[in-house]
């Protein structure tokens, strides 16, 4: 199985939603530090906001259509004019102190746009760059082609977006990522993008429409993010680099000094009854209220408390329901070490992974066991926008959204549609993510599809198609380049019909 006895503790940044602000937590903490100046570089349609500090600085970013937020946590600022905007998409720049120990600057948006974050650590300045939809764009290298057809069903014809990536390219990357870098947050899956400066990229799993909370498994850089639902299907890509679609089953369980074994129901959701939630700082920097929970530091138990809690870096917090307070007060004593034990399986040694369900095809065979996966019927039966993820015979990976809710037109799929879909695009093996209204792909920096809000959705998590970190250099260079065009020359594919169709005919597709 895979065994997880710690904590990660390599530094990143702490983030922190809006939701989680309120109460105040403790008192201003003494090592602070202080924000000095806030400057406004504007430079054509991009414009920089310079945020300097007079020290290491933990923080977060989210976007909306309307704003761009940055919390600094632990963090100060003085009063001083800020500065004045002109800028076609920039209104203006804020900031305000909303607890002893959080400040957040705010760019106010006249329409959407992008953004992305570089943080100079040798002098402590913090830059965010907002960049127009259009400029925010890359090329696709020969690794990786897009495709859109018109495809029939049983009650029309709806648009299906392709991508095929082939993940032996040592350049490239296929990640999941999460909304504002936390597992509790919200942002379109192009800004999701521009972050991260993906070539590609879709929607990824289910989350609570309220909380951002994934539902479902999350699996980054080999961290785990959240625990997988039971039975449901997971898209997850191995260290030697093979894709994969299986289920996972998770076991969690606190060892106290006298041997004493508590449940862990899982990490980073809710506890459940009679079990305890491990929080850890990738949930952010605060949990949501508890009724008791212990502060763990390097294993060792540092306080009881109550509320909303800071996480350490170096640590986690465990959490209990209302009902099951004892957990902690008789078990979990102050200053007594603890061993956490996070257990998947089976054990494939993933670096990434993104929940979704249920299965659509298995062995190059439709296969849909919603019931099983916990999916209802009518999930199965309506036709809607769909994003699937699918695995070719040759280890190639398909990310295909259909649009949908556009009448005869744009129909949307079933389920069992969207599966006979994977397979005639030579899906070996495939999966469902989240869809209707989340469902988007983004190609090159655009969203190519047409979301059926007839807008982009906020969701919690993508899965992207980025350059790998070791392969180029990211450090504050802007990717403006255009993308090739949105029907490109299929030579990189091994599908035969794959090839676009420039009169866009509806192929033949077997109704349900």
């Known amino acids: 199985m895979m065994s997880i ?86 209104r203006s720049v804020r900031i305000n102190q909303l607890t002893d120990d959080l400040a957040r600057v705010r760019i106010d948006l006249l329409r959407p746009a992008r953004y992305k974050t570089f943080l100079r650590e040798d002098t402590h ?192 917090v465990l959490g209990v329901d209302a009902g099951d307070t004892d957990l902690i007060t008789k078990f979990v004593k102050v200053g007594a070490r603890l061993w956490l034990h996070l257990d998947l399986w089976p054990d494939l040694e993933i670096t990434s992974a993104v929940g979704g369900g249920p299965r659509l095809v298995k062995d190059g065979q439709v296969f849909v066991p919603f019931a099983w996966e916990w999916f209802s019927l009518r999930h199965v039966q309506e036709r809607a926008p769909r994003t699937a993820v699918g695995i070719t015979a040759g280890n190639k990976v398909l990310l295909v959204t259909v649009d949908g809710r556009g009448g005869r037109l744009n129909t949307g799929m079933t389920l069992r549609e969207m599966a006979e879909l994977m397979v005639q695009l030579g899906a070996r093996d495939a999966m469902n993510l989240d869809g209707g209204s989340s469902a988007t792909m983004v190609v090159g920096g655009r969203v190519v599809n047409d979301p059926s809000d007839g807008f982009e959705r906020p969701i919690a998590s993508a899965l992207l198609v980025v350059h790998r970190a070791d392969a180029v250099n990211l450090a504050g260079q802007m990717t403006t380049a255009r993308t090739r065009p949105l029907n490109p020359p299929a030579r990189n594919w091994d599908l035969d019909d794959l090839d676009p169709d420039p009169q866009n005919t509806p192929r033949s597709y077997p109704s349900q």
């Open 5 to 90: 006895t710690s904590v990660p503790r390599q530094l990143l940044p702490i983030l922190l939603a809006a939701v989680l602000l309120v109460p105040q937590v403790s008192a201003a903490n003494s090592t602070a530090v202080h924000i000095t100046d806030i400057a406004w570089e504007p430079e054509g349609q991009i414009g920089r906001v310079l945020i300097q500090l007079d020290g290491p600085v933990a923080y977060r970013t989210e976007a909306s259509s309307s704003s761009i937020v940055v919390d600094l946590w632990q963090a100060r600022h003085a009063q001083w004019r800020l500065p004045a905007v002109t800028h076609p998409y920039v």
């Open 125 to 316: 300045q913090l830059i965010i760059v907002v960049i127009p939809p259009w400029m925010a764009t890359s090329p696709l290298p020969t690794s990786v082609a897009y495709d859109r057809q018109r495809v029939r069903t049983g009650t029309g014809a709806t648009t299906a977006h392709v991508l095929l990536v082939n993940p032996a390219d040592p350049t490239l990357e296929i990640r999941p990522a999460l909304a504002a870098d936390m597992v509790s947050g919200f942002e379109t899956t192009s800004v999701i993008a521009t972050r991260y400066e993906a070539l590609a990229g879709v929607n990824g799993g289910y989350f609570g429409t309220s909380s951002g909370m994934p539902l479902g498994m999350v699996v980054i850089d080999g961290q785990l993010m959240t625990t997988p639902t039971d039975r449901r299907s997971v898209f997850v890509i191995t260290r030697d680099g093979k894709p994969a679609i299986v289920p996972f089953e998770f076991t969690g369980r606190v060892v106290t000094v006298d041997r004493t074994s508590l449940w862990v129901s899982g990490v980073n959701h809710p506890p459940h009854a009679g079990g305890l939630a491990v929080y850890t700082r990738f949930y952010g920097p605060l949990t949501p209220p508890l009724q008791m929970a212990a502060v763990v530091r390097n294993d060792v138990v540092e306080h009881l408390t109550t509320g909303r809690i800071l996480i350490p870096q170096d640590g986690y």
